[in-house]
Structure formats: structure tokens, C-alpha cells
């Protein structure tokens, strides 16, 4: 198992959360998993964790251990048998001068992550499930209208309205009849859930 972590900013809000994901497994099995929330929007303030659970402080060292486990072995140990194996004077010299670099960096990857982890909101999973969700919505509905109506939101625009858990989706459409927009309405509330997709028009439809 290798595990990696990647920082995620979905184009849905604000929130930034760091995902991880075992690079052994191919790509169409892999699944990312939650490994910290590092910033909370305030669209999804509401559902932050606000004070220090009672076992916050072994959470937040055994997922620091993972995060120094990783740049470890990625990082040094990389350089280290690369210097080890080198025969080359100037070569030696040169990954040593990357030695320091990497060490530094390091550093730098360890202050980050001691103050990210010192937030009571930077375990809250339930945060990565809902904005991933959202964002999964709005993908699956931009690919809705544009194969079935030819219609690129990114293009004509789209808005969520609504905070927190209750965050309803509006793609935006020049004009459509009233009876294929109630028709794609009743699609989205089967497919996402009651009242979640509304389209708005920017002309207004009609049965004609």
C-alpha cells in the first residue's frame, strides 16, 4: 500500500480538504478517503466542529504520523540511496545540496500540518461527504444537459443557493417550455433528491 495526499478545492465553494488515495490500486478502483479538512467555507461554517473532541489529540498524532511517514520515505529516503548509490563526486554533491532542500521543506510540510491539525474542524469527514457530494451534482448535471439538450452550463452559468447541508443546485438556461422543464425536474429530484436541482430560465418557457 502507498498512500499519497492531495489537496482538493472543489469549484463548488470554498472548503479545502486534503484526500488520500493508495496509488497501488488502479485508477478506475482507486477511492479517495478523507484525511483532513483544512479549511472550512463560510457556506459550510455551520457544520464545523467547534471545540476539540476528547480523543482529538491521538487522532490528530496518528494522522500526523501518516503525513511524516509519506514525506519520509517520498522524500529522504528517495535521496538518500540515490547519494548512496552515486559514484560521481559532483553528482554526490549536488543530491546532497537537495538533501538540505528536501530537509527544509520538510520542515515546512510539518509546521503546515501541526497548525492545520491543531483545528477541532480538521477531522470532520461528514464536511469532504457533503461538498463532495455537491460537486458531484453538479457534474452529473452538466453532463445531463449538454448530452440531452446541448446546453453547457459552464458556458450559460450555474449558482447553488442555500447553506450548509441545504445547498440546492440552479444551472442556468436561455429559455426551455414549461412541460420539458418539469419533466427534467421530476429526472433530477429521482436521480438527487427532492427540490436539489431547480433550472433557472433566463427567458421564461412555455407550452408552445
Not at 38 to 57: F, M, N, R
Not at 95 to 113: I, K, M, P, T
Not at 120 to 144: A, F, G
Amino acid at each position: 500500500m502507498v498512500i499519497n495526499i492531495t489537496r482538493w478545492s472543489p469549484d463548488t465553494c470554498g472548503c479545502v480538504i486534503d484526500v488520500s488515495w493508495d496509488d497501488s490500486v488502479p485508477g478506475e478502483q482507486r477511492k479517495t478517503e478523507h484525511y483532513a479538512t483544512v479549511e472550512v467555507c463560510p457556506i459550510h461554517e455551520s457544520l464545523a466542529t467547534k471545540t476539540h473532541s476528547l480523543d482529538h489529540k491521538s487522532r490528530r498524532d496518528k494522522k500526523l504520523a501518516g503525513v511524516l511517514d509519506i514525506i519520509q520515505e517520498r522524500n529522504v529516503n528517495r535521496v538518500i540511496d540515490q547519494i548512496n548509490k552515486t559514484k560521481h563526486a559532483f553528482h554526490r554533491r549536488q543530491l546532497q545540496q537537495g538533501h538540505l532542500a528536501v530537509q527544509s521543506h520538510n520542515r515546512d510540510v510539518r509546521e503546515e500540518y501541526d497548525a492545520i491539525f491543531s483545528e477541532p474542524h480538521v477531522h470532520d469527514s461528514h464536511i469532504y461527504d457533503i461538498v463532495l457530494e455537491e460537486n458531484q451534482r453538479k457534474n452529473r448535471v452538466y453532463t445531463h444537459l449538454l448530452e440531452n439538450l446541448q446546453v453547457d452550463i459552464h458556458e450559460t452559468g450555474y449558482h447553488f443557493a442555500g447553506e450548509g447541508d441545504k445547498r440546492t443546485l440552479h444551472p442556468h438556461i436561455i429559455s426551455l417550455p414549461k412541460t420539458e422543464l418539469d419533466k427534467l425536474h421530476k429526472e433530477f429530484d429521482k436521480t438527487h433528491g427532492k427540490g436539489k436541482v431547480r433550472i433557472v430560465t433566463t427567458i421564461a418557457g412555455d407550452d408552445k
